[in-house]
């Protein structure tokens, strides 16, 4: 069976628990694909979801990691807390929030972004430090 890469295709967590119309995960590591190359990774401490896996809430030290055709990790966000609207493959926060790439930070206080349009926007407060700032 050809695993179809435009919707959330893998979920993988320490424990998973349904109760009625919620499902609630433990060190949940997911991964959204969206076209054959491009990926993000997605893991916190813990995760809740609704039945229809089309939103999911991620608590406790939040990230998501893109990552390219190779395997490599190009952009990591952190977060306190993510929300996942999985059908329109899109991640918000109100949170503060980090961006490392491997030539600058980007620091703020919320966040969306849109995996589909490949857009990241920091809603205020964002600063940037590029690395050669970093390392003085």
């Given at each position: 069976?050809k695993q179809?890469?435009h919707t959330?295709?893998?979920?993988?967590?320490?424990?998973?628990e349904?109760?009625?119309k919620?499902?609630?995960?433990?060190?949940?590591n997911?991964?959204?694909?969206?076209g054959?190359?491009?990926l993000?990774?997605?893991?916190a401490?813990n995760?809740s979801?609704?039945?229809?896996?089309?939103?999911?809430?991620?608590?406790?030290g939040?990230?998501i990691k893109?990552v390219?055709s190779e395997?490599?990790?190009?952009?990591?966000i952190?977060?306190?807390e993510?929300l996942?609207?999985?059908?329109?493959?899109?991640?918000?926060?109100?949170?503060?929030v980090?961006i490392?790439?491997?030539?600058?930070?980007?620091?703020?206080?919320?966040?969306?972004?849109?995996?589909?349009?490949?857009?990241?926007?920091?809603?205020?407060?964002?600063?940037?430090?590029?690395?050669?700032?970093?390392?003085?």
């Amino acid at each position: 069976m050809k695993q179809k890469k435009h919707t959330l295709s893998i979920i993988t967590a320490d424990s998973i628990e349904y109760e009625g119309k919620r499902i609630n995960f433990i060190n949940p590591n997911l991964t959204s694909y969206n076209g054959d190359v491009d990926l993000i990774k997605l893991s916190a401490a813990n995760a809740s979801s609704n039945s229809e896996m089309s939103m999911i809430h991620l608590n406790g030290g939040a990230a998501i990691k893109k990552v390219d055709s190779e395997g490599k990790t190009r952009l990591t966000i952190r977060s306190k807390e993510l929300l996942f609207n999985v059908q329109d493959k899109i991640i918000s926060t109100d949170r503060a929030v980090s961006i490392e790439q491997s030539r600058f930070k980007i620091y703020g206080q919320g966040m969306v972004f849109n995996q589909k349009l490949g857009t990241l926007e920091i809603k205020e407060q964002a600063r940037l430090k590029s690395r050669k700032m970093i390392d003085r």
